[in-house]
């Protein structure tokens, strides 16, 4: 009975192993994991040269809400080659590209006018 021991445990040790994988992966919930790369999550305000002044409001998956005192806008945001452009649903674009702990923006309008416009410039910081 004793020289059974073993392979009787060494039996259980393989249907054990065989039936327990554990429980699938689950997918990732956009709003509850990590930041996508390179995104700038949270708030945010830019000042551009010409004066104006937007808020960002930029979420885990790359949504993000801007306010302007006159214009309000949603879109997507992804990063690309080390920048990242942001595209809103009123037409316009805009390219951040970090510079320490803040980002060099250039902003077009209409999103068409890209590469052929010269951008406004503005500079992003983290909101408080």
Same mark, same amino acid.
């Given at each position: 009975?004793?020289?059974?021991?073993?392979?009787?445990?060494? $039996?259980?040790?393989?249907?054990? /192993?065989?039936?327990?994988? +554990?429980?699938?992966?689950?997918?990732? /919930?956009?709003? /509850? $994991?990590?930041?996508?790369?390179?995104?700038?999550?949270?708030?945010?305000?830019?000042?551009?040269?010409?004066?104006?002044?937007? +808020?960002?409001?930029? +979420?885990?998956?790359?949504?993000?809400?801007? !306010?302007?005192?006159?214009?309000?806008?949603?879109?997507?945001?992804?990063?690309?080659? $080390?920048?990242?452009?942001?595209?809103?649903?009123?037409?316009?674009? !805009?390219?951040?590209?970090?510079? $320490?702990?803040?980002?060099?923006?250039?902003?077009?309008?209409? /999103?068409?006018?890209?590469?052929?416009?010269?951008?406004?410039?503005?500079?992003? !910081?983290?909101?408080?």
């Amino acid at each position: 009975m004793i020289r059974l021991l073993p392979v009787a445990l060494l $039996g259980v040790i393989v249907v054990v /192993a065989q039936t327990t994988r +554990g429980d699938p992966p689950r997918p990732a /919930a956009r709003e /509850a $994991g990590p930041p996508a790369a390179g995104l700038p999550v949270g708030k945010w305000k830019v000042e551009f040269a010409n004066g104006v002044k937007e +808020g960002y409001h930029i +979420g885990n998956g790359g949504e993000f809400n801007v !306010e302007q005192p006159e214009r309000r806008a949603h879109g997507v945001a992804e990063a690309r080659g $080390g920048a990242v452009v942001f595209r809103s649903h009123d037409d316009r674009i !805009e390219r951040w590209t970090p510079v $320490g702990n803040r980002y060099v923006v250039e902003h077009w309008f209409p /999103a068409s006018q890209v590469p052929i416009a010269t951008p406004v410039l503005g500079i992003a !910081e983290r909101a408080p």
